[in-house]
């Protein structure tokens, strides 16, 4: 019988057998890449889980209302896809004074205009905030409530609890860059008790914990239907580094359910302690008139002050000959910079380099003001 009335026919190009093997090898790559997915996720769950139970130190969860979540390489990018994500050319976004110089950068590429508000080492003041929320209408504002960069500085509860009410009642983002809040050696939850509008947070592990492993995360939370445009993705990698991402994580948890993260992070944060304590009393040795650095109540960094007349950036250079490096302080304000300020990141080095490194920064500061040691 010749069949001219359509139909499939019984044979095709692709024998049967041949297309079978092509189909099983489509569904072990299909099953492959979904428990690759569930590991992440599961992964993920249990990393947010952690840091939400306020077992790491500070942490941010509003009453029902523990958010999206989101694991990110560090949290330079976090705050990239924060930045991305929720702003646009124009925008308005407030800042303490100073500030992170990597926020800045970031904050500029997006085309935003950033305004600084006046306030202390307890935060920004909630008169000066108000009347900028009212002044320029911003977008968001980024502040960091439990350890500032580059100061070292922790809010105090009253500020903090002024800045989530104003910012909510305004309808204006929070960006909280809480990256070094791991490093605090006291647990509180940011938004106890508080009124708290659209936020995003900004983690991460602090630096030195894991040998040569970054990690950042990002939470949002209180977004309304109005802002259910911010979803922050992030961007395509190679499946190599993906799983190798994955890997390291999944290590990381191994490790903390072995042996728990506590006595982990209290040791890095004595380690942190003594060796910003001895940063502060060798600059205290010097003997430098105006030069001044006060010990930060956490994080990595210590804000230095230069005696008056003296510059960061010259400095710097002169510093280099020397063998010393340190980030000048100028880059840490969006207006006004103060130039007699440095940042200096001491806690991975140990007393000898700390030690040579105040002598080869002195030898210089004395080089420049013409006195002799």
């Excluded at 299909?30 to 947010?48: D, V, W």
């Excluded at 500029?108 to 320029?136: C, K, Q, Y």
């Excluded at 205290?284 to 105006?290: F, H, L, M, V």
Aim: glycine share 8%; hydrophobic share 40%; charged share 25%.
């Amino acid at each position: 019988m010749i069949n001219w009335m359509g139909g499939w026919p019984a044979d095709g190009l692709l024998a049967e057998a041949e297309w079978q093997e092509k189909r099983q090898a489509s569904s072990a790559a299909a099953a492959e890449a979904i428990a690759y997915r569930l590991r992440r996720q599961e992964t993920e769950k249990r990393l947010s889980s952690l840091v939400l139970s306020g077992q790491l130190g500070p942490y941010w969860q509003p009453a029902d209302d523990p958010g999206q979540w989101l694991l990110t390489d560090d949290a330079d990018e976090a705050l990239r896809l924060t930045t991305k994500e929720l702003l646009r050319p124009g925008d308005a976004v407030l800042v303490e004074r100073p500030t992170s110089r990597t926020a800045l950068q970031l904050f500029a590429r997006a085309g935003a205009a950033v305004f600084e508000v006046p306030g202390g080492t307890e935060g920004m003041n909630p008169e000066a905030l108000s009347d900028a929320i009212a002044a320029v209408k911003p977008r968001a504002v980024y502040v960091s409530l439990t350890c500032s960069d580059p100061a070292g500085c922790r809010w105090s509860d009253e500020r903090r609890a002024a800045l989530l009410r104003l910012c909510a009642q305004a309808g204006v983002a929070l960006v909280l860059d809480e990256r070094q809040s791991l490093t605090c050696d006291w647990t509180a939850n940011l938004a106890d008790g508080q009124e708290a509008g659209p936020t995003a947070v900004i983690g991460g592990l602090p630096s030195g914990l894991v040998s040569g492993m970054r990690l950042g995360w990002l939470q949002w939370t209180g977004w309304t239907e109005a802002d259910r445009t911010f979803i922050p993705l992030p961007p395509a990698r190679r499946p190599d580094r993906e799983r190798d991402a994955l890997d390291n994580r999944e290590a990381l948890l191994r490790y903390w359910s072995e042996s728990s993260p506590i006595p982990a992070l209290e040791t890095l944060r004595f380690i942190y302690r003594t060796r910003h304590a001895l940063l502060a009393e060798q600059i205290a040795q010097t003997g430098i008139p105006g030069l001044i650095c006060k010990q930060p109540e956490a994080g990595s960094h210590a804000w230095l002050k230069l005696p008056d007349g003296l510059e960061g950036e010259p400095l710097l250079k002169a510093a280099w000959l020397e063998g010393v490096l340190f980030q000048p302080g100028a880059g840490y304000y969006a207006t006004a910079a103060d130039r007699s300020r440095l940042r200096l990141t001491p806690v991975h080095s140990d007393e000898r380099e700390i030690t040579e490194g105040v002598k080869r920064l002195r030898q210089t500061i004395e080089a420049f003001t013409g006195r002799s040691g």
